[in-house]
T-cell receptor
Framework: NAGVTQTPKFQVLKTGQSMTLQCAQD?????MYWYRQDPGMGLRLIYY???????DKGEVPNGYNVSRLNKREFSLRLESAAPSQTSVYFC??????????FGSGTRLTVV | SQQGEEDPQALSIQEGENATMNCSYK?????LQWYRQNSGRGLVHLIL?????REKHSGRLRVTLDTSKKSSSLLITASRAADTASYFC??????????FGAGTTVTVRA
């Protein structure tokens, strides 16, 4: 099925550990995004990639890095996880003519 | 800060009734989008309305956009239990960023 695939779906980290969240889309979209969602809140933009080869900071980039590996893949890295990064992370892609397609999310807990 | 703000924060209606929620935003937009999120799931795109459009329909959904008031509304007609979800408006500016509001939680009672 066409769409956005995120891995892993669940992850528990200890404070200070690092990890990479993976995202891949098969819709040939140019733009890809990473959001986080905290309880009772909307989504906040962490980083985005308007096109292959470019990345830019969003609203809450501190503590994160990204890599646009190719047109299909956009990864999010936490170098030293903190409890404040406990959240649900969503990847999305779009060609900007229609709506965004979201992945099913990664539930991350930092203890 | 978030661009869009939905009102009300929560809405409870009887099955068969209409549900209306509003969204206000602060800066000029390229388009405005509405999304649905079922509990524990990802977001699903419902409808996109461009800045030069005033009204759009999709099935039981009707969206209006008033750029002079920087506001939009989403109407769900003849609601069903399956419409129980959180609904988010999101504004797409000219900077490749989609900004979300905090959402309206809709509960449809049988």
């Amino acid at each position: 099925n066409a769409g956005v695939t995120q891995t892993p779906k669940f992850q528990v980290l200890k404070t200070g550990q690092s990890m990479t969240l993976q995202c891949a889309q098969d819709m040939n979209h140019n733009s890809m995004y990473w959001y986080r969602q905290d309880p009772g809140m909307g989504l906040r933009l962490i980083y985005y990639s308007a096109s292959e080869g470019t990345t830019d900071k969003g609203e809450v980039p501190n503590g994160y890095n990204v890599s646009r590996l190719n047109k299909r893949e956009f990864s999010l890295r936490l170098e030293s996880a903190a409890p404040s990064q406990t959240s649900v992370y969503f990847c999305a892609s779009t060609d900007r003519n229609y709506g965004y397609t979201f992945g099913s999310g990664t539930r991350l807990t930092v203890v | 800060s978030q661009q869009g703000e939905e009102d009300p924060q929560a809405l409870s209606i009887q099955e068969g009734e209409n549900a209306t929620m509003n969204c206000s935003y602060k800066t000029s937009i390229n388009n405005l989008q509405w999304y649905r999120q079922n509990s524990g799931r990802g977001l699903v795109h419902l409808i996109l309305i461009r800045s030069n459009e005033r009204e759009k329909h999709s099935g039981r959904l009707r969206v209006t956009l008033d750029t002079s008031k920087k506001s939009s509304s989403l109407l769900i007609t003849a609601s069903r239990a399956a419409d129980t979800a959180s609904y988010f408006c999101a504004t797409d500016g000219y900077d490749y960023k989609l900004s979300f509001g905090a959402g309206t939680t809709v509960t449809v009672r049988a």
